[in-house]
């Protein structure tokens, strides 16, 4: 597995408000390394995460995902490699209001045309693995930052993914709880060799990266 962004640029906005925070970006990322994002807002790490998961289709360049150029695809094809093969960790969790931790990753299967029976055990374990074998019945009202962040790392694991990316995974929780969950995600990271791209301004998480990726001061080419 491997991700390849090959010449990226992006332009958004439009007249004296455009911006181009990716100009012919080139870097390599690694299947089972954890990779971390560092740089200033504005200087592409969101632009880059929303080009490498399909969210964004580039101006010029190619986004390679196991030699898939997921730009080149139809809007229909995009959205089948986002559901199958790219999963996604946001800032706030993004948890549904209603739903119990089990049932935050069953209703991710069925959206993603899975019969929630048929992963039912997948999701248990991935909950085991993030820990929370004891609130697979509890709502997000009723779990901490931390807890929420977890239930989501779980449920982005659920299609078993090639390529995990996390936005600002560490903003809503205390210290210890950044440590652990960044550990958590390094070590789900090695264990299931997916490629993981985590955009932070936390030094708790470039201390536990494998590898970090300044977005300011990369070389180009670069393999992380």
């Known amino acids: 597995m491997s991700l390849h962004l090959h010449d990226i640029t992006v332009s958004l906005g439009q007249g004296d408000s455009r911006t181009t925070p990716l100009n012919g970006f080139h870097a390599r990322f690694r299947p089972g390394a954890m990779t971390a994002l560092v740089g200033p807002s504005g200087s592409g790490k969101s632009t880059l995460l929303a080009v490498a998961g399909a969210l964004l289709r580039p101006d010029e360049g190619q986004v390679l995902l196991n030699g898939t150029d997921l730009a080149a695809l139809s809007d229909r094809e995009r959205a089948r490699a986002r559901r199958g093969r790219i999963g996604y960790m946001f800032q706030s969790g993004n948890l549904l209001t209603g739903l119990a931790a089990e049932e935050q990753l069953l209703a991710a299967a069925s959206l993603a045309g899975h019969k929630p029976r048929a992963v039912r055990a997948r999701a248990r374990e991935l909950l085991v693995d993030v820990g929370l074998e004891h609130r697979l019945a509890h709502r997000p009202d009723q779990l901490s930052g931390g807890e929420r962040q977890r239930i989501a790392l779980a449920r982005a694991l659920l299609m078993q993914p090639e390529l995990l990316l996390i936005d600002e995974p560490t903003a809503a929780v205390d210290r210890t709880r950044a440590h652990d969950l960044t550990t958590l ?17 936390d030094p708790v998480v470039t201390d536990i990266a494998d590898t970090t990726l300044d977005m300011l001061n990369h070389p180009a080419p670069t393999t992380v």
């Open 185 to 201: 995600i390094a070590r789900t990271t090695h264990r299931y060799e997916c490629v993981t791209v985590v955009a932070t301004h």
